[in-house]
């Protein structure tokens, strides 16, 4: 039995970390607002703007690869690299942040964003072909 495409759901994920990716690097305070780095109308410093623009970069590209790549292994190598990048988020930044619900939100986040994508691991490969060669 042909088993249907399920790849858009890793892929709309992807689209999703591409397009905050793109949105953070443009607008740092994107992510550094909730994070309380910034914000309350204050400037970020050139580094920790910096920093957000690195981490929108990095979001960009593992979503992207997320949205384009072919099924099978290569998507799940893409998303592998997004829950690994969750993953430091939660490690980091829930332990790093100087605010304490800066850093409970920022691991809600980061693992709730995590899971998601890895679930979405059992979606990334092709459809199987009937016996006919027929997806």
Do not use: F, H, N
Request: with cysteine; charged share 20%.
């Amino acid at each position: 039995m042909p088993r249907r495409d399920l790849t858009w759901i890793p892929r709309l994920l992807g689209a999703a970390t591409a397009a905050y990716g793109a949105a953070v690097a443009a607008k740092p305070d994107v992510l550094l607002s909730p994070t309380k780095l910034s914000g309350g109308g204050r400037t970020p410093s050139a580094g920790t703007a910096l920093l957000a623009r690195a981490v929108g970069g990095r979001d960009l590209a593992s979503g992207l690869a997320m949205a384009l790549a072919p099924a099978g292994t290569p998507l799940k190598a893409a998303v592998a690299v997004r829950v690994g990048a969750d993953i430091v988020d939660l490690v980091v930044l829930g332990s790093q942040l100087p605010d304490r619900d800066a850093r409970e939100k920022a691991t809600m986040v980061a693992a709730g964003w995590g899971a998601l994508c890895a679930l979405s691991l059992l979606a990334a490969d092709p459809p199987r072909r009937g016996l006919l060669g027929r997806a």
